[in-house]
């Protein structure tokens, strides 16, 4: 058990860049929301889901939309409320911690800023470990544990509930409701117990984000060794270290899709071309696929040690590209299965990148 | 309180196209089902909702689609079941009787199967008395009344419950939904309590559907007087006798929108034409708009007194095109402004057809 405090929000947050993998949103309003919920009610305690009764339930909480950040679309700061309060009466039982369903972007802060609200501790874990661009997309999924009852609420307090036949169907239904809704909701969905987010879980995600956070800070900081105590932490590699030359994003039926293409810093014969849905795909050298979904690829500015989103990319920006593993049940043929390059539409077999911590 | 019988079901099919208006869906499967039900389970009680318990929840049920039959997407016979079943767990009560949200097309015939199948009386009244294209308008509506929480339910058994914070937003959301289900759902919405009912739905609906129903059986019977009979007790006119020479129909976001051009039998200068958006909107007779929603205009077919759904339109058809006021609700300022001309995007004055029964 341990507190997130005032000094841990700006770790957190490039922690979560760094998992957002370009995407799940821009995390700067969900810092300020968090300082001020911090401000307001105290250290958010983060818990572990074996300290928790193991039948108790944990609410999830995430927002979905368009790869937008906060900025863009107002909350009304009372959509997670209404929405888990939707969950709670329609499970008929009250829940006991706040579960992160994504522990990247600006769903690594959220659910933070949601549990101080609400006076309930935060579980140090989530079902991705990473972002994503569909809700199926997670270690809950591998384990057959349904997306369902899941609910929506959007700024002007709209409520949907989905009790979808199965995770796909979910994602299907949750994607009409948030264009309906105008591009943004918070959501609640994969209600499980304790003792399933232990078993099924990814446990440490928070920590993993914040750990991953503060050695992207100590680059930031001109710390000796820091780059290389964030690649050995992530098992990571610098796969490019290249300057953009072309971006393109478009927005379309709820997601922004795109690509990135940079040219190497000392061998300009050397490209590389970065797909996009939501979050970075697939990172192509000169047409080779070199990291993949799900395994992780994240632009680190060089100068600056910044992660970046894809809505803060720009021409000319330099840049590392990082890719890390994903975690291990990612890795798996059922998880390869899920959220491997053929679920986005590409035809090509995966190759896990790098290690296997 | 009567009994709907196996020698009901034509003569309210009958009467479910004449308030379906060009729309509400062809309702031969609707009959088919009813006969088996009734053949299953015995007659099916119509009651009124003042000789129910006033506090009794009433349990509303429709289809909801782009226009379609039930032909077309084929019902795994327990949607109804699993939306009531959805709204009475998440209402925590049970339901007394089935209340038909829209008695026109499909929807005036669907109830009673689901009535039949759950052992439940089905309320004589309804909340339009004609087949609308959008949720929001019904008379409940008009009497502040929520369409929330209401429950969509596809026949892969997907279930979606919607919580919006108006009428309007419950169509934004529900459409949207039926559109990623396959354009096809069994919904439930307004769950009202008898006393509701009674004090604001559209009492004997289902009566009154079957009343024009055996007056158009007598017509195809050749009885003497029967269409004057049928004018009179709807207090409709005959505003246009014509050929069809011209349709045109797609199906766009959910609806099916067209128009329909008929030319004078006997007066080849006289043309009318038929705008639609899933039912029978405005007539206009050289430009001129002589009926307009929400008073209703009905296809009969010369030859065979048949009330033509816009699907079932042919080129070169010989149409009696038929008047009615709408129920007087609907011809108040509000009910004007909740589904007159304006609510379809037209620039046009509601006036009022005919009479004020």
Redesign the interface.
Same mark, same amino acid.
């Given at each position: 058990m341990f507190y997130i405090t005032h000094d841990d929000v700006e770790d957190l947050a490039l922690g979560s860049y760094v998992l957002g993998t370009g995407g799940g949103g821009d995390s700067s309003l969900a810092k300020i929301m968090l300082r001020e919920a911090i401000k307001e009610h105290g250290p958010v305690q983060v818990v572990d889901a074996s300290d928790l009764d193991p039948d108790g339930l944990l609410l999830p909480i995430a927002v979905i939309g368009a790869g937008v950040g906060f900025e863009e679309k107002l909350l009304n700061g009372g959509e997670a409320e209404q929405a888990l309060h +939707?969950l709670e009466?329609?499970m008929g039982r009250k829940g006991v911690a706040i579960f992160p369903i994504e522990v990247g972007g600006v769903n690594t802060l959220f659910p933070l800023v949601v549990a101080a609200k609400l006076g309930l501790p935060c579980v140090d874990a989530d079902s991705m470990r990473r972002a994503f661009p569909r809700l199926e997309l997670t270690v809950l999924t591998l384990a057959g544990i349904p997306s369902s009852p899941a609910v929506l609420v959007d700024a002007?307090?709209? /409520?949907? %509930?989905?009790?979808?036949?199965d995770n796909a169907?979910a994602e +299907? %239904?949750a994607? /009409? +409701?948030v264009?309906?809704?105008g591009m943004f909701a918070v959501m609640s969905a994969y209600p499980i117990t304790a003792q399933q987010c232990v078993d099924h879980g990814i446990l440490k995600s928070l920590s993993y984000a914040l750990e991953l956070g503060r050695r992207v800070s100590a680059i930031q900081e001109g710390k000796p060794d820091a780059y290389q105590q964030l690649l050995e932490y992530a098992d990571a590699e610098i796969i490019f270290s290249g300057k953009v030359v072309d971006i393109e994003r478009r927005v379309t039926g709820g997601w922004t899709k795109g690509t990135v293409t940079l040219e190497h810093l000392t061998d300009p014969d050397r490209t590389m071309r970065v797909d996009i849905q939501n979050e970075n795909l697939i990172a192509f050298e000169d047409g080779e696929a070199k990291v993949m979904t799900p395994d992780l690829i994240t632009f680190l500015d060089i100068e600056t040690a910044t992660p970046m989103t894809t809505e803060s990319l720009s021409y000319g920006q330099r840049l590392n590209v990082i890719g890390m593993p994903a975690y291990s049940a990612w890795r798996t043929p059922a998880g390869v299965e899920l959220a491997g390059p053929r679920t986005f539409g590409y035809d090509i077999d995966y190759v896990a990148f790098g290690g296997t911590k």
């Open positions: +939707t009466k329609y002007k307090s709209n /409520a949907v %509930l989905l009790e979808p036949i169907a +299907t %239904l994607r /009409a +409701t264009v309906a809704m």
